[in-house]
């Protein structure tokens, strides 16, 4: 099969179009044609081993680990293994790889578990562009953030891939929603639901005298004293990653999220730093959203399978609206 293969950390340059042997399913897996991929930041950040202190997570101290790249993915099941029950071939799915990474690529092996039948008001485009950004902001929203119909939610990063689900998740519960974002942004972040909008291009929110219940901070271009200042009392910031590639460098954003975990013991507002895995009862609950049209895809452009490379490029600028996707 093709696959989208690296050897060693770098830039888009090394990612090279490749024959692989395609993956077979093991007893509790599905074997998947894969239709479409999504790209994450945490693509390019594996990629580029950046920063370099994630490499002793066990992503692979000199070389990725995982030499396809791509966590999300949407396409039909090929074959099930002789455990599997919700499945059969045929089935349209979706889903999250996980750290074993893989989806750029056109077939994966993915266990039961990390999969949900794709919905049908759905493109498989759509479907991909799902999991991984869907979760951290339900996550990030509904778990860390505690969110209640009512409160009051700022999303810093509004239209990004994250940012994008977030103003829909948050509209959802019946949360009204201040969306941070550039000019050029405002009406589609407008259009999924914000009910208000600030240009960050033009407008500090951190110097403004609104506060709110939940700041969900996906960009990280905020010291943590700004951040607090704008929650009320007993209100929440809940971070997530944020930054582009510069050059490459230690610590990276990790270096704001690591703040946020010493002092949270130490404040009187919840800091959260969000962590995110594979969950099926939170695809589940994606998958629910998108059928209900509470909760629809941005896609900003697609890409080949060839032309991986350049979508990983266009990611990395930090400037995509919603989610940017790989057709197979």
Sequence with gaps: MKAIVQDRYGSPDVLALRDVEPPSAGSGELFVRVHAAAVNAYDWHIMRGDPYLARLTGIGFTAPRAKIRGRDFAGTVQAVGRDVRRFRPGDEVFGDLGPADGAFAQYVRVAEDLVEPKPACLSFEQAAALPLAGLTAWKGLCDSGGLRPGHHVLVNGASGGVGTFAVQIAKSV?????????????????????????DYTGSDFTTGSTRYDLVLDLVGNHPLAALRRVVR?????????????????????????LKAKLRSAFVRDRLHVLTTAPDRT???????????GAVTPVVDRTFSLAQA????????????????????
Excluded: M, Q
């Design 174 to 198: 019946g949360a009204t929603v201040t969306a941070v974002c550039r000019t050029r942004n405002a009406e589609l972040v407008t259009s999924l639901g914000a009910d208000h909008v600030i």
């Design 233 to 257: 009392p007993g209100g929440t910031v809940v971070l997530s990653g944020g930054g582009v590639f510069e050059g490459g460098s230690l610590v990276g954003p990790l270096r704001l999220l």
């Design 282 to 292: 939170v695809l589940a609950e994606l998958r629910r959203l998108a059928e209900s």
């Design 309 to 328: 490379p350049d979508a990983i490029r266009y990611v990395e600028t930090g400037h995509a609206r919603g989610k940017v996707v790989i057709t197979v």
